[in-house]
């Protein structure tokens, strides 16, 4: 039975902006022209280098955070004890929950710089208020596979026949491949999944009409179909394939908390301001990293 694959239905071009404190990125979802892509709410690719950038103390309520480090080295630390820190192709899934403040700030030498991508994953309704927690895996334990001049590298779901340990709530895939000249990829993906490609470096053809997407660009995926076929002309690429379940419900977002309606959002406030409902310790704490 022949392979049914999606082709490119949107494409945005991801222009380079300023966020938190001095970081540059490059954001494809949660652009105007793509707000939101359910479940996804924002994929970020920022970069910066030197200490004068990075995201201080900040909270989060209602979503997942997902960052892979590409290059550099970042910590973290919340204000319920956890710190860390991630390097290269380390992986960290961040679920906020019913709430968290956290800063996320660059540990680089001179030269260095910091460069990676965050996914922003939506929580259904029943899962927005749950307690957070983290999953964090270090590059050596990302599932990481090569076949035929494909590399793929599996944050979440399955891709060259290996799985990904992340336990995701709102069923994921997110793949990272990096691809030869001349190879060709079919990635089959779940039934009724909304799936995009972000490009980090190179281009390629997507689909049956062997559409160009080059780099910087996002093209959301056509629903329906067994997956996505993937190709790679005189040189060599970089991208990553996100898919999700979508949740079809209401998305009411202001800043870093999302929830399913404005009094929900103003419920957060209070409960932020107020320092209660998972935010009891919001205005006691002050994270070591982000005092500089």
């Known amino acids: 039975m022949a392979f049914q694959t999606r082709s490119p239905d949107i494409k945005v071009l991801s222009v380079e902006q300023s966020e938190g404190a001095g970081a540059r990125v490059r954001r494809s979802i949660g652009r105007p022209e793509l707000p939101n892509f359910d479940p996804f709410l924002l994929l970020d690719e920022f970069s910066g280098s030197g200490d004068e950038f990075g995201f201080p103390d900040h909270p989060h309520r209602g979503f997942e955070t997902v960052t892979y480090v590409l290059e550099g080295r970042s910590n973290h630390e919340d204000f319920a004890g956890h710190k860390g820190s991630i390097g290269p ?9 019913r709430g968290i403040v956290h800063a996320e700030m660059p540990d680089l030498k001179p030269g260095e710089r910091l460069h990676g991508l965050q996914l922003w994953v939506n929580l259904a309704a029943v899962n927005k208020m749950i307690p957070p927690r983290y999953q964090e895996l270090p590059a050596s334990k990302v599932p990481r596979a090569t076949v035929d001049g494909v590399t793929a590298i599996v944050m979440a779901g399955e891709a060259l026949g290996l799985s990904s340990p992340v336990q995701t709530l709102t069923p994921v895939y997110y793949i990272h491949f990096l691809m030869d000249p001349g190879k060709r990829l079919e990635q089959r993906l779940p039934p009724g999944m909304n799936a995009f490609i972000y490009v980090l470096e190179g281009s390629i053809e997507v689909g049956e009409q062997n559409s160009h997407v080059d780099t910087h660009y996002t093209a959301t995926l056509t629903p329906g179909g067994d997956g996505v ?8 690429a970089s991208f990553v394939l996100v898919a999700g379940t979508p949740l079809n419900e209401p998305v009411v977002q202001h800043g870093p908390f999302v929830m399913n309606s404005k009094e929900q959002i103003l419920k957060t406030f209070m409960d932020y301001q107020n320092g209660i ?3 009891e310790r919001a205005h006691e704490w002050e994270s070591q990293i982000g005092r500089r």
Do not use: H
Not at 89 to 97: C, K, S
Not at 229 to 236: A, L, M, Y
């Open 89 to 97: 192709g380390d992986l960290q899934w961040m679920t906020a929950g």
């Open 229 to 236: 076929v993937v190709r790679t002309t005189d040189k060599p």
């Open 277 to 279: 409902n998972g935010f």
